[in-house]
């Protein structure tokens, strides 16, 4: 049982030096997937026109997953997803701004994939989908996604809501009409027409 004094964090990690923390970084990634995903997007996400392929690659080899994770590997999963979510909605939506809304999307997506594979008992994995519809209406208000596109691609999602992905995107919008009214008003005009 490792002793509580010889803790290791950041700052004692940075005794090592870089060279040396990259020899034993990439030991580990080696060996565990997930780090391998996390570390090449992070090595993309320096330049903008790869970090997107990058993060559609990051989504596309979690979605071919076939491993049934047991309660310790979904602690893992769900840091993995929130990582993936927060490199949507934070520098791929600086340096891409247009395209997060899509990448948000397909990131939910996963959901269907993540769901088939736990038995859901990290609670952790539904709260960060439900972050993600949050992120999923700012990153459309802040690219422009026409209120009328937008309005189709929620009533599909909601349509196909089988474990409950999409459960917090109408709370969401309404969350939105503080910082975006005119938006939100449309939005809404639109669903209610259509639902």
């Known amino acids: 049982m490792p002793n509580p004094e010889d803790r290791i ?26 780090m391998w995903r996390r570390l090449r997007f992070e090595l993309a996400a320096p330049r903008s026109d790869t970090m997107v392929a990058a993060m559609r690659e990051w989504i596309s080899e979690l979605s071919a997953e076939t491993s049934f994770p047991d309660q310790e590997h979904i602690s893992e999963l769900s840091r993995e997803l929130d990582a993936m979510r927060v490199a949507i909605a934070s520098p791929i939506r600086q340096a891409a701004p247009d395209l997060g809304p899509s990448l948000m ?19 952790e994995i ?42 917090t995107l109408i709370q969401a919008i309404g969350s939105a009409e503080t910082w975006a009214p005119a938006y939100v008003s449309r939005l809404k005009a639109l669903l209610e027409s259509t639902l």
């Open 9 to 34: 964090d950041a700052k004692v990690l940075a005794t090592l030096g870089p060279e040396r923390l990259a020899i034993l970084l990439a030991e580990v990634a080696e060996t565990h997937p997930r």
């Open 126 to 167: 539904s709260a960060i989908f439900d972050e993600a519809c949050s992120d999923l209406v700012k990153l459309s208000i802040d690219a422009g996604v026409e209120p009328a596109v937008f309005a189709a691609k929620i009533i599909a999602a909601l349509n196909s809501n089988q474990y409950g992905e999409y459960r």
């Open 105 to 123: 999307w397909e990131f939910l997506a996963l959901a269907e994939t993540v769901y088939e594979r736990t038995t859901e008992e990290g609670w």
